[in-house]
């Protein structure tokens, strides 16, 4: 039972490329989310997925775009990376609403964009 | 111009006394907490959640404490062991649907020996 897994788990990428970002869980959970971690900052939302083919934009959504096509998958792609997207981005699931709320994390994904 | 990385709060405590963690929420609509432990490397662990027609609640060593009157959530952590040793976040469910979370900055907390 693998949870929440994250690849790749490093990378550096050149301003101006493009990548993805990968999320699997393998609970049946109906909710994931993309969060982005910076020093002295906490967690911050950048977007998330109620459901197969629905996403929301969270809190800091821009430069960012994400696809749910399988209920056990959820992406993250950056266009056109700049700077300011070096971080750690954590992936994490949860059961829906009225059930009991805690997510499960992945590993984490450390980005540095040069 | 480039920002500066802010430090996390430190608390440090002797390895076998009560450690406590706190917490000050935003949004007094939340009706669900949750203290996330995350260790150097890892993604966030669940540790105990709490809802807001609680004010207290108690698991394995760990006990959460909620006033809604001032916003304020606590951690407390008994007879702490070197591993219990990382950054330790707050989390709230603001209404809105989605189960969002929003997250505090986080506190490292240092076990001496």
């Known amino acids: 039972n693998a949870g929440v897994t994250q690849t790749p788990k490093f990378r550096v990428l050149k301003t101006g490329q493009s990548m993805t970002l990968l999320c699997a869980q393998d609970m049946n959970h109906e909710y994931m989310y993309w969060y982005r971690q910076d020093p002295g900052m906490g967690l911050r939302l950048i977007h998330y997925?109620?459901?197969?083919?629905?996403?929301a934009k969270g809190e800091v959504p821009d430069g960012y775009n994400v696809s749910r096509l399988k209920k056990q998958n959820f992406l993250l792609g950056l266009e056109s990376a700049a700077p300011s997207q070096t971080s750690v981005y954590f992936c994490?699931?949860?059961?829906?609403?009225?059930?009991?709320?805690?997510?499960?994390f992945g590993s984490g994904t450390r980005l540095t964009v040069v | 111009g480039e920002s500066v990385g802010l430090h996390l709060p430190t608390l440090s405590v002797q390895e076998g006394d009560n450690s406590i963690i706190n917490c000050a929420y935003s949004?007094?609509?939340?009706?669900?907490f949750i203290w996330y432990k995350q260790e150097s490397g890892k993604g966030p662990q669940f540790i105990i959640d709490i809802r807001s027609n609680m004010d207290k609640r108690q698991g394995q060593r760990v006990t959460v404490l909620l006033n809604k009157t001032v916003k304020h959530l606590s951690l407390q952590i008994a007879a702490t062991q070197p591993g219990d040793s990382a950054v330790y976040f707050c989390?709230?469910?603001?209404?809105?649907?989605?189960?969002?979370?929003?997250f505090g900055t986080g506190t490292q907390l240092k076990v001496e020996l």
């Open positions: 997925s109620v459901g197969e083919g629905t996403t």
């Open positions: 994490a699931s949860s059961k829906a609403t009225g059930q009991r709320y805690g997510y499960t």
């Open positions: 949004n007094s609509a939340s009706d669900y």
């Open positions: 989390a709230e469910n603001p209404p809105g649907g989605g189960n969002k979370l929003t």
